[in-house]
């Protein structure tokens, strides 16, 4: 029975080996020069662009899928450790034991360049669109819904208008939202800054495996002064085309959308080499709550896909 354990131990971790022989130099590459400002002035860079998020969407879901292969099979090892323990089969035991250390070691080696590969095409992806193209751009009407948060309060856009709205998508498990609560108070220190300047600040979560105990527990660690919004169904999420987390909507107070997009130029604080953090959420405010037209209408968000029900 040990021998057999060792031997299902040994042909597990081959194949996580093999599973893991991915590296940047398998993905695609960006064309040089490829720099997308949404601006529909430069069909060729509208292409770039979206080619570009394409490669970014493609490198998370395989990061994504590597890293759930990787769980389940530390999981099914443990399994084994825990048999060959009970069976007192200790020579079985520490071999197994020593070959998750190597796994885990080796998925930490194959999977960081994949992590640093998929930050760099985000931040080359961030630039603010020209300000040339904001005059033949038309604000698109925010759609109206209804939604309860997870504190057992009913929100409705309709019951807003007048008011200046921000949605921002939000997933407590995707480390470019947890960057902005965690490591920064970002979302938290722009709801507080125009508080009291006709802004009502929404999170909304579409993650379909979400819990609201789970929402409730963030929402208290962080002590948001804004409420988070049950959209477990996907159905708003889809309905206004959010795509990452975090995803920005700033919407004016006749209804319609002035900015979609990134909340700032900096991916997990990292921005281009020669470039400075652009906060578009912060900006598009400023300048709606001084009577201004906002310069920046879109810019393309970052972040984990939202990861809607199927």
Not at 147 to 157: A, E, I, M, P, V
Not at 160 to 171: A, M, Q, R, T, Y
Not at 264 to 279: F, H, I, L, R
Request: glycine share 6%; hydrophobic share 35%.
């Amino acid at each position: 029975m040990t021998r057999n354990l060792l031997s299902v131990a040994v042909l597990m971790g081959l194949s996580v080996c093999v599973g893991l022989a991915l590296t940047p130099a398998a993905i695609a590459q960006p064309g040089e020069g490829a720099r997308p400002d949404g601006s529909g002035e430069d069909p060729a860079a509208r292409l770039a662009a979206v080619q570009q998020q394409q490669q970014i969407n493609e490198l998370e879901q395989r990061i994504e899928s590597v890293k759930k292969e990787h769980q389940q099979l530390i999981a099914e090892l443990r399994s084994l450790h825990q048999v060959a323990l009970k069976e007192q089969a200790q020579e079985t035991a520490g071999t197994v034991e020593k070959l998750i250390t190597k796994l885990q070691s080796s998925f930490q080696e194959k999977v960081g360049p994949l992590e640093r590969e998929h930050q760099r095409l985000q931040i080359a992806a961030r630039v603010r669109v020209p300000r040339a193209g904001r005059a033949e751009r038309q604000a698109r009407q925010a759609p109206d819904f209804t939604l309860n948060s997870f504190d057992g309060r009913t929100f409705s856009l309709s019951d807003l208008k007048g008011k200046i709205v921000v949605l921002e998508w939000v997933n407590m498990e995707c480390p470019f939202s947890r960057y902005h609560y965690e490591t920064k108070s970002t979302m938290a220190d722009l709801a507080k800054k125009y508080k009291d300047r006709n802004v009502v600040w929404l999170a909304v979560n579409s993650t379909n495996h979400t819990t609201a105990e789970a929402n409730l527990e963030f929402a208290k660690k962080h002590e948001l002064p804004f409420p988070i919004l049950d959209d477990r169904s996907g159905r708003v999420g889809r309905l206004y085309g959010a795509k990452t987390t975090p995803h920005v909507f700033v919407i004016d107070p006749e209804g319609h959308i002035v900015y979609n997009g990134a909340i700032d130029s900096a991916p997990m604080g990292k921005v281009a080499e020669g470039g400075q953090v652009v906060n578009y959420a912060d900006q598009a405010l400023a300048q709606l709550t001084t009577g201004q037209e906002v310069a920046t209408a879109s810019t393309p968000p970052y972040g984990c896909s939202v990861k809607y029900p199927r």
